[in-house]
């Protein structure tokens, strides 16, 4: 570090209050930009008009009422929520077994193995569609169904757990491994008592990760969908018809749950002394 | 170092680093996967290139009839480079937008992280779709936005150019993936350790200098992993072209692809419009992987 | 023995035999590899899935055009049927065969193919061929609708006609002030910014009825035709607002004042009508392309007779009544029309069927359709 050469006599530290105010200005900013639309799927939810114009007309609860009773929905909403945590649960083993030994060991072809993993990510996911269609429709023979579309997630879902548990390890000094090896541990006790615990956040930040572009995704569930629908399939078709505020109300629901769940696991979490993050 | 030979049996007590068996008894379940549900299928779908498509039946005598429509027809390229412009465009105002934010709350907030780190994923959780029209809502003729720079006085007409423009597409693929490149900014900056914070205001480095030679450097490998996920995302999308652009069949290449897989029922050209793109992130990968976005890089 | 059967042997083993001899050099990684990606598909997430397979049997799925499983329909036939009916809406015929063809049409039972689709299903062996003496709805037909040429082939009928309509000229009549009467008003440099046109490559034929001289039949052009409809769409280009693929989405439009003049179906102007606002249609002197829609049975269909049923209830008196009333398009039973009030079949130009469904150029199947997508993504690229 050669700033010391530069500037050879400290100086008195800093006053931190005003670097850290334009900090939390900033980021009170990003907040308002990631939850301006947020806070008008909440306020459309409540539109007493079809359609999503501006300004709101009029106040209604009507379209909770309907989507208490759509059974449509609860079913792809069921039925997102199953894929996406097949989908993530297989994509965190796979994953964090691929980052592990990425960072871990090496050997001949660690490049191309990278590669591998990282592409579905980064082709376009239509790729990843129609390429599987081809797969498990004519190659294989199979139907379409939640099967063939929790393989599609999976494969994508891999490179977000790698990605995030990668950049973790690659931080973590390799004489802790060392250090634990030298007193006698097994790789696997090391890795149980020693690179786990370090790496467990990124492995919930990238099962997360998972689970929401599962939960999301449509390009490639549009082409390996079968006879049932995931929630943001349902969506397209009826966006196709015009926004109902509905599909509002469906968003806004979704995110209120996924508040109370979250609260609600950071708080056991918090119990047994761990963090989410 | 030795390289490992699959044939040896695993032995009991292996040190870390050690590559014997254990690269690929770890890889071994990951990797199959990737081939049998990846690999294979895109070497299948990536063949169509060299085929061609005479009305419902592929013919596979190899062709390179497709790689000419792509490369002369001026259509493409014209898209190609448009939709690269788009993503680096929305690459790097992510990574201005989501630094601060992975900053703050990596070294700043010790209070209710968690629940401050949840709130980036949550509107992940709603559908991305309803997001994408939200921003219909908001940058429309008589969208908020247009409603509420009227009311300012900025401008006395209504500003068409947010929707159906590049424009909104900018603005909303900004929006859509910026969860993911605030994550791993977030991750490396966790790690950054705050002494090295500490000792470069001691040393009288002002924030900016702190900045430049401390904090930037050492989060490279989180900018390489967000930018690499935001940036292929966009590289590939056509649901916000769809929604927020004026054409969306032809703004960004992902819906000309689509297109050709969706419509045109034209395999073979859809699969060789995806060569181009394919080497475009394939570059991108292998300068992330150079930074470090992948893993540790080798020594 | 092969790699296959290897595998399959290994799957009945128990996982501590599996890694004894893998330990022991009897098997290789390489099938261990194997034998997990085997056992990750079949094994593990098999009995997963077997539910929600089993249970979507008595489904009848179907891809569709916006609106055709409306409630008002669909509801009385899931009751008198216990079946539960799963739509997906397409936004273009292309879409739909895409979709059909794709899932080997394993994945949909029922399309409903405008006329120039059930073409390209049939030459892809995707149809089930449909006995008209299991519709018991079949003779009250027009003549005309019971067996057309776009869904018969080789003697053999492969759709139930159901419904049809054209495409039609949109306007805001508050800007639009004086009624516009031929498709050059899509033309207009007046309504610049302010025009939509629908994202799909047939709709040159639309394009192609402003030609000079005019095309006999719109959607039999020669290369010279296309070549002329592009400069015209070339020349369109600066003028839209947007290259629209839902229904829904126009409607949206004219609500919010995005644009004012735009082609589209009746559908449309009965959405924007039910949600308060002001829209004109109208049909162009120069005529106009339309669509006659057909319910085409999958070859694979998980239950043809219920898929069947469906077909004969939407040209029964429930299907047709409801056409007409929530899309209001042009219906195909006699019986049914002849009940109609007059003013009402004149609006849907059904008073004299043979006569008012000539007038309109209807979609057909279009050999070297490949011409016509490059054109259009050409045109609309900008």
Not at chain 1, 196 to 225: K, M, N
Not at chain 2, 74 to 102: E, K
Not at chain 3, 100 to 114: I, K, R
Not at chain 3, 240 to 263: F, M, T
Request: charged share 15%; proline share 6%; with cysteine.
């Amino acid at each position: 570090m050669n700033l010391a050469n530069e500037l050879p006599l400290p100086r008195p530290r800093r006053r931190r209050g005003p670097r850290n105010s334009g900090l939390t200005a900033a980021a009170v900013a990003v907040y308002l930009f990631l939850y301006l639309p947020l806070v008008v799927v909440v306020l459309y939810s409540f539109s007493a008009t079809k359609v999503n114009a501006w300004p709101i007309e009029g106040y209604t609860l009507d379209w909770y009422r309907e989507l208490l009773q759509d059974g449509d929905i609860w079913e792809s909403l069921r039925f997102s929520v199953f894929v996406g945590l097949c989908a993530s649960g297989v994509a965190v083993v796979l994953g964090a077994m691929t980052a592990y030994a990425l960072d871990r060991f090496r050997f001949r072809g660690k490049t191309v193995v990278r590669f591998a993993v990282g592409l579905p990510i980064v082709l376009p996911g239509i790729v990843t569609g129609v390429a599987l269609l081809t797969f498990f429709s004519s190659t294989l023979g199979w139907q379409l169904s939640a099967r063939t579309i929790v393989i599609g997630h999976v494969t994508f879902c891999i490179t977000l757990v790698v990605n995030s548990v990668a950049a973790r390890l690659s931080q973590l000094p390799r004489s802790l491994d060392e250090a634990s090896a030298d007193l006698g541990a097994t790789p696997w006790r090391t890795f149980r008592r020693v690179t786990f615990p370090l790496v467990r956040p990124s492995i919930f930040a990238g099962a997360i990760l998972a689970f929401t572009l599962s939960f999301d995704e449509i390009i490639v569930t549009f082409f390996l969908t079968g006879r049932e629908k995931t929630l943001p399939l349902l969506i397209w078709g009826r966006l196709r018809r015009g926004i109902s505020p509905e599909i509002n109300a469906v968003a806004t629901v979704i995110i209120l749950v996924s508040l109370v769940l979250v609260v609600v696991a950071n708080r056991v979490l918090r119990r047994s002394g761990q963090s989410l993050f | 170092m030795a390289t490992a030979t699959a044939a040896q049996p695993a032995s009991r007590g292996t040190r870390p680093n050690a590559a014997g068996a254990g690269p690929f008894a770890l890889l071994a379940a990951p990797l199959g996967w990737m081939l049998v549900f990846y690999l294979m299928p895109l070497g299948i779908l990536l063949a169509h290139a060299f085929w061609s498509v005479d009305y419902l039946t592929i013919d596979r005598t190899f062709t390179l009839k497709n790689l000419q429509t792509v490369a002369t027809n001026s259509l493409y390229p014209t898209v190609i480079l448009r939709t690269f412009l788009m993503a680096s465009a929305v690459t790097l105002t992510s990574i201005a937008i989501a630094f601060p934010l992975a900053y703050f709350l990596a070294k700043k907030v010790t209070a209710r992280r968690e629940l401050l780190l949840m709130m980036v994923v949550f509107p992940l959780w709603s559908s991305y779709l309803v997001r994408a029209f939200a921003w219909k809502t908001i940058l429309g003729a008589n969208g908020i936005l247009n409603s509420f720079l009227l009311w300012t006085g900025l401008i006395d007409q209504p500003i068409t150019a947010f929707l159906y423009s590049k424009t909104g597409m900018y603005i909303t693929f900004c929006h859509v993936w910026l969860p993911f490149m605030i994550l791993p900014l977030y991750t490396v900056l966790d790690r950054l350790p705050n002494s090295l914070l500490e000792a470069s205001a001691d040393l009288g480095s002002s924030g900016w200098q702190t900045f430049r030679r401390v904090i930037w450097p050492l989060s490279i490998p989180g900018v390489m992993a967000g930018s690499l996920s935001v940036f292929s995302l966009t590289m590939g999308d056509y649901i916000t072209p769809s929604l927020i652009g004026g054409s969306p069949g032809t703004e960004l290449i992902g819906g000309i692809v689509a297109d050709q897989f969706g419509i045109a029922n034209n395999w073979p050209l859809g699969a060789a419009l995806i060569l181009p793109v394919l080497a475009i992130v394939i570059v991108f990968l292998l300068v992330a992987n150079r930074f470090g976005a992948l893993g540790r890089s080798e020594p | 023995m092969n790699d296959r059967e290897q595998i399959e042997a290994l799957k009945e083993l128990e996982p501590a035999e599996v890694a004894r001899r893998l330990r022991t050099g009897q098997i290789s990684r390489r099938d261990v590899g194997k034998l997990f990606a085997a056992i990750g598909l079949t094994a593990t997430l098999g009995p997963m899935f077997a539910r929600g397979e089993a249970s979507a049997a008595s489904d009848l799925t179907m891809i569709v055009w916006e609106g055709y499983s409306d409630d008002t329909w669909a509801k009385p036939f899931e009751e008198t049927n216990d079946a539960r009916v799963e739509a997906t809406f397409a936004g273009t015929g292309d879409e739909m065969f895409a979709a059909m063809q794709g899932s080997g049409g394993s994945t949909y039972d029922l399309v409903s193919a405008s006329s120039d689709l059930p073409r390209r299903l049939y030459d892809a062996d995707l149809l089930m061929e449909i006995d008209p003496a299991k519709l018991t709805n079949f003779p009250d037909l027009y003549p005309q609708f019971q067996k057309p040429p776009y869904i018969t082939f080789d003697d053999k009928l492969y759709g139930v006609n159901f419904a049809w309509g054209p495409t039609t000229l949109l306007f805001d009549p508050e800007v639009v002030t004086s009624e516009p009467t031929s498709w050059s008003a899509m033309l207009d440099e007046q309504y610049k910014g302010k025009l939509a046109t629908w994202n799909y490559p047939l709709q040159i034929g639309q394009y192609a009825l402003l030609l000079d001289p005019k095309p006999e039949n719109p959607f039999e052009l020669s290369d010279e035709q296309l070549a002329q409809v592009k400069d015209m769409l070339i020349a369109q280009r600066p003028l839209i607002r947007k290259y629209w693929d839902l229904g829904g989405e126009v409607a949206e439009l004219y609500l919010n004042k995005e644009i004012v003049i735009s082609d589209g179906w009746p559908y449309i102007k009965a959405q924007v009508k039910e949600s308060g606002g002001n829209i004109g249609q109208v049909l162009p002197e120069e005529g106009v392309t339309g669509w006659s829609d057909s319910w085409c049975i999958s070859k694979h269909a998980a239950d043809p007779e219920l898929a069947l049923k469906w077909a004969d209830f939407m040209i029964g008196p429930v299907g047709q009544q409801g056409i007409i009333d929530v899309m209001t398009y042009a219906v195909t039973n006699k019986k049914v029309i002849e009940t109609l009030p007059a003013e009402l079949r004149e609006e849907l130009r059904m008073t004299d069927i043979p006569n008012d469904y000539a007038k309109i150029h209807m979609w057909q199947f279009i050999p070297g359709y490949d011409k016509w997508v490059l054109i259009w993504q050409e045109a609309t690229a900008g």
